[in-house]
Nanobody, 116 residues
Framework: QVQLVESGGGLVQPGGSLRLSCAAS????????MSWYRQAPGKERELVAS????????NIASSVKGRFTISRDNAKNTAYLQMNSLKFEDTADYYC?????????WGQGTQVTVSS
């Protein structure tokens, strides 16, 4: 079945960097766009970034533009979210997701905490 497993979260100081990974299985990864969402405590889940199936097109939320980059390696069935210049307000659970079979499938999430 479709599985998405995120990793790479953790505790980081403001201004620091993290790279999140999303390992996909159970479907033909190279055929599908991938997205990253995040959900901060007490807030709704929001789209952070998305990338087309071949990696040629990306969309980045205005709140993280210039700091976050989305990429993918279709040979490794993995999507990435590179997060630089992290701010306190980037603290959230981060999820990767794919829309497949007329439904959106989510990973279990990885926690990112930005704190001094």
């Amino acid at each position: 079945q479709v599985q998405l497993v995120e990793s790479g979260g953790g505790l980081v100081q403001p201004g620091g960097s993290l790279r999140l990974s999303c390992a996909a299985s159970g479907f033909t990864f190279s055929n599908y766009a991938m997205s990253w969402y995040r959900q901060a405590p007490g807030k709704e889940r929001e789209l952070v970034a998305s990338i087309g199936s071949r990696g040629a097109t990306t969309n980045i939320a205005s709140s993280v533009k210039g700091r976050f980059t989305i990429s993918r390696d279709n040979a490794k069935n993995t999507a990435y979210l590179q997060m630089n210049s992290l701010k306190f307000e980037d603290t959230a659970d981060y999820y990767c997701t794919v829309f497949i079979g007329r439904q959106r499938v989510w990973g279990q999430g990885t926690q990112v905490t930005v704190s001094s």
